[in-house]
Each structure stands twice: as C-alpha cells, then as structure tokens.
C-alpha cells in the first residue's frame, strides 16, 4: 500500500492501513514507517498519518510487481538502512519485491494479507506473455515467504487460515483485519426489510471481486421480486477503465438497469457507514480474498452477509452463524443465499444478532492489540505496551 505527500507536509496512505499504522504509532511512539510513495495523492489515499517526516521513509513508487523490478537494489539498500534503526519489523505481505525483505536480521512479525496469485488468476489486468509473467512473480513472492516464515525471531499474523496454511506457519496466529473503530460501530435501529429489498456490494468493480456473479445472481432473483441493488466502489487505478468500464457496461445491458445503482467511490466514514444501515443484505461474491474489512463493516451496522468461501473469508465468517457462506463462480448459489436470508426472518435476525455480539472484538482496536501482543513476543517483553522501536514496512 502506498502513500504520498499531501502537499502541507504530511503523508495520506489508504484508510485502513492508516489507521493501523497510527494505533501502533499511539502505543509504540518510537515507531518509524517505510512505505512505497508516489508522486501526488490517488482517490482511495485520504488518511493523513500521524508519523512526523523525520520517522516516514519513502521507498520508490512500487505500483505493481513487474514495474517495480526496476526499483529491486535501491529499494532492498532503503529497506536494508531502514532495519538497521529499529528493533522489530512489521511486514505486511505480499511486497512488491520480497526478496529484498529476505536476511534482515530482525526480528519480525509478518501480516499477510491476502494471496496475490489467487488476485492474478482472477484479474483482467493481465493477458497473454504479461499474465504469465505475473503469476510467475506471484508464485515466487508465495515462495519467498514461505522462505521469511522460516526465518530465525519471525511470526506471523495472517489474515485468515489459507496462507497461514499454505505457507507452512507455526508461529504467530490467523487474525481478522478491521479498520473500524469500536465508537463508530452503530448499527441500524430498524431491521424492517427495504420495500423492495436492498442488496449492497462494496469493493473495487473488478473481477476477482466477482462483480459479474454478483449481477447474474441479481437478475436472477429480480425477475421474481421486486429488488434494489446498490454498487459502492469504483477502480483502483489512476484511470477509470478496463475492468471498471466493463462492469458499468454490464450494468447498462442488464434489463434490470433502472434498479441497479453505481453509487461510485465513498471516502471511509459516516456516509459509507449509513449505506451498510440503509441496506438489508451485504454480498460478497470474491474469487479471491484476505479477511474482507467489508464484512466486518457489514456486521457492525446490522447488515447480514452473503460472501464466497474463498481465502480467509470463514476465518471471518461462519456459515449460519454470522453470516451465509457459499461457494465462488456459482450465481444461482449465490442468488439462493440472498433470497434465503430476505424469506427467513428468524434467520436474518440471528445473523444480525451474532454479527453485533462479535462486532468489539472485530474493531480495529482488537485487531491491533492482536498485532501488539506478537511484538511483544518478538520483544521479549511481557507488558503490553512496549517501549522498543517499532519498523513498519
């Protein structure tokens, strides 16, 4: 994840991962950053950081795998001088270039993220020789961390059991990510459904989101109900395009145009908060995923959810419980789920009620002090709060 300068001297990087690096920062206030940085602010980067300049070290802008080769020696020198000022690192992973992560000789607490080849098999971005060269790198990046797991003083939080599993871990945990924090967690007051009812999607319009399921299953149940559905996000490329402007045609040749909404990008807070309350069932039909920050958001404002079980998504959900699980490139499933949750009141309302039960302990709060109690390990120090010198990259 990149940042940039917010031209007053400051650095914005993405919501969630801001607000993690600056609850860390709260409880480790030697706690310095290392982060790719570009030229000038992109609409998904809004979170002004709390960092000082002088603790911000910018790396070059490593916008995706294959470019960034380029930048390989410069950036494992920045990375190499940036280890030897702290005491502990934190790695949130995939990098772009993960060998120049490997042999620093640190401590440290791997976050992975998400499986970056899963993300490519799915995308359109890539085509032909290009595609080939990048599930390369991606197979070679899962490599290389399964390499850094088995590294001397490393842990690991993994955002679900997927990579925790396929990298072989042994020490650290599967966490949940979150980006919420606790006094913003206000759910709905009326469970009533919508007349019509009203599904919400939030992500980036691409297909490893499984967008194009999403709209099959949506015409599928619309040509028997009455049905809204409302489509939050847009690309995160500079340039709206490619697979952005192949989901808008989608939604234009769909015979249930008038009834789909694309509300376009919502910056993280209170409006996109009100959407979650405004809307009776979440879908999440991922071909590839983490722990989505997406469900957790969805429960937290009593709206139950129908996601893919697809990487570390029932690590996050449990089917029945506090939410319905079903599995990807499968639209008539997917359509069944829904119209399951909006015909079984009971059922709805159990799934709202186990989603707000859990809601605490999925904050960013929790999340954090998740990521805290693994450093502390690191740091051979028994306190939770720890006065080392903490390294983000």
């Known amino acids: 994840m990149p940042g940039a300068p917010d031209g007053q001297g400051g650095v914005v990087c993405n919501f969630g991962v801001g607000r993690v690096f600056d609850l860390l920062r709260d409880a480790l206030p030697g706690t310095k950053l290392c982060l790719p940085m570009l030229a000038a602010p992109e609409p ?80 359109s971005d890539y085509r032909g020789l290009m595609k080939r060269l990048a599930l390369f790198y991606a197979a070679h990046s899962n490599r290389t961390l399964r390499r850094m797991v088995g590294e001397p003083d490393t842990r690991v939080a993994s955002n679900g059991s997927e990579m925790w599993d396929l990298l072989g871990c042994r020490a650290g945990r599967v966490v949940v990510s979150s980006g919420l924090y606790r006094d913003e967690m206000r759910p709905r007051a009326n469970r009533a459904l919508g007349n019509p009812p009203r599904l919400l999607f939030v992500g980036y319009l691409r297909p490893e989101k499984g967008i194009h399921d999403l709209l099959t299953a949506f015409e599928q149940l619309r040509r028997k109900r009455p049905l809204k559905l409302t ?16 989901a808008h045609e989608r939604v234009r040749n769909s015979p249930f145009r008038d009834d789909i909404t694309l509300a376009g990008m919502f910056d993280f807070g209170e409006p996109l908060f009100e959407q979650y309350r405004n809307h009776d069932v979440f879908v999440l039909p991922s071909l590839s995923e983490g722990t989505p920050r997406t469900l957790v958001e969805a429960r937290s404002f009593g709206c139950p959810a129908v996601a893919t079980r697809v990487g570390g998504v029932p690590s996050s959900t449990q089917d029945g419980y506090n939410g319905l699980l079903v599995e990807p490139h499968d639209p008539a499933g997917l359509a069944a789920a829904i119209e399951r949750i909006l015909d079984d009141e009971p059922l709805r309302m159990r799934l709202i009620d186990a989603g707000l039960q859990d809601a605490d302990r999925q904050s960013v709060e929790h999340f954090v002090g998740e990521l805290l109690e693994e450093i502390n390990i690191l740091a051979h120090h028994p306190a939770p709060r720890i006065h080392a010198r903490l390294g983000s990259v």
């Not at 002004?48 to 390989?72: G, M, T």
């Not at 280890?83 to 992973?93: E, G, T, Y």
């Not at 772009?96 to 000789?105: D, E, H, K, N, V």
């Open 44 to 123: 998904n980067l809004r979170h002004r950081l709390s960092f000082p300049a002088e603790d911000i070290f910018a790396l070059p802008p490593l916008r995706s795998v294959i470019r960034s080769q380029v930048y390989y020696f410069r950036t494992r020198q920045l990375v190499r001088r940036f280890a030897s000022q702290v005491d502990v690192l934190f790695i949130r992973c995939p990098f772009q270039l993960p060998t120049a992560l490997l042999g620093l000789r640190k401590p440290k607490l791997l976050h992975i993220v998400g499986n970056a080849y899963n993300v490519i098999v799915a995308s």
């Open 231 to 246: 489509l939050i996000g847009g690309s995160d490329k500079t340039k709206a395009g490619g697979a952005e402007a192949a």
